[in-house]
């Protein structure tokens, strides 16, 4: 069964500043998904990994994914208020559809 | 346009009810999710379905249940076996499919027990 574990589970930063979000997972996994969630909302997706050495970007917001070591990273550029969220990857298993979270990780960007 | 609607967005459920939480999808994803999130928490798994007429228990399934007998809809009633039900529900799908790769939510459904 996958395991997804992140880290950190709670990051304040100040505006400006870059910062990374670690994504581990435990087993071989078909796709690796990044989310954003808003307080009372749902999830809104970011992006999906497919293949070793992925990379997407999306304005200040860029992620990887090694599947060699099972990790996905999530790295903020020259962060700003709006990027304060909740940020989940989650991962898809190889066999079968089960589509398992990691805890989490709450960004508070600073002025 | 394509998405997953969650219905009702508000239930409020008596001691002792049953209730079902609506999921339906027109994205022609095989697969769909139950998910349970508490206040400040992360999202707990209570069914999947990979398939039409199948689907299998997450983590915390006791005091749920699904049917799966259309494609586009997973609806999730929660018993009154389940002792603490208020949380928010969101519902996801997704497709084996290698050019279909993303994963949806609906827009969730907030359950309190009155």
């Known amino acids: 069964e996958l395991k997804v574990e992140q880290n950190p589970l709670f990051l304040s930063m100040q505006e400006g500043k870059n910062y990374t979000i670690y994504c581990n997972y435990s087993?071989?996994?078909?796709?690796l998904y990044w989310y954003r969630q808003d307080p009372g909302k749902s999830l809104e997706s970011l992006f999906v990994?497919?293949?070793?050495?992925a990379v997407k970007q999306e304005g200040r917001l860029m992620a990887s994914l090694d599947t060699k070591a099972r990790l996905s990273t999530l790295h903020i550029t020259a962060a700003v208020h709006d990027l304060s969220a909740t940020y989940f990857c989650?991962?898809?298993?190889?066999?079968?559809?089960?589509?398992?979270f990691g805890e989490g990780t709450q960004l508070t960007v600073n002025p | 346009d394509g998405g997953i609607t969650q219905s009702p967005k508000y239930l409020f459920r008596k001691e002792g009810q049953n209730v079902t939480l609506s999921c339906e999808q027109n994205?022609?994803?095989?697969?769909m999710y139950w998910y349970r999130q508490d206040p400040g928490q992360g999202l707990r798994l209570i069914y999947y379905?990979?398939?039409?007429?199948?689907?299998q228990k997450g983590d915390i399934a006791e005091g749920y249940s699904v049917s799966r007998e259309k494609k586009e809809s997973f609806p999730l009633t929660v018993t009154s076996a389940q002792k603490n039900p208020t949380a928010f529900y969101l519902c996801?799908?997704?497709?084996?499919?290698?050019?279909?790769?993303?994963?949806?939510f609906g827009q969730g459904t907030r359950l309190t027990v009155v």
């Open positions: 996801a799908s997704s497709s084996p499919d290698i050019l279909n790769t993303e994963a949806f």
């Open positions: 087993t071989t996994s078909d796709r």
């Open positions: 990994l497919l293949s070793n050495g």
């Open positions: 989650a991962g898809l298993e190889t066999s079968g559809s089960r589509l398992t």
């Open positions: 994205l022609n994803h095989d697969a």
């Open positions: 379905s990979q398939i039409v007429n199948d689907f």
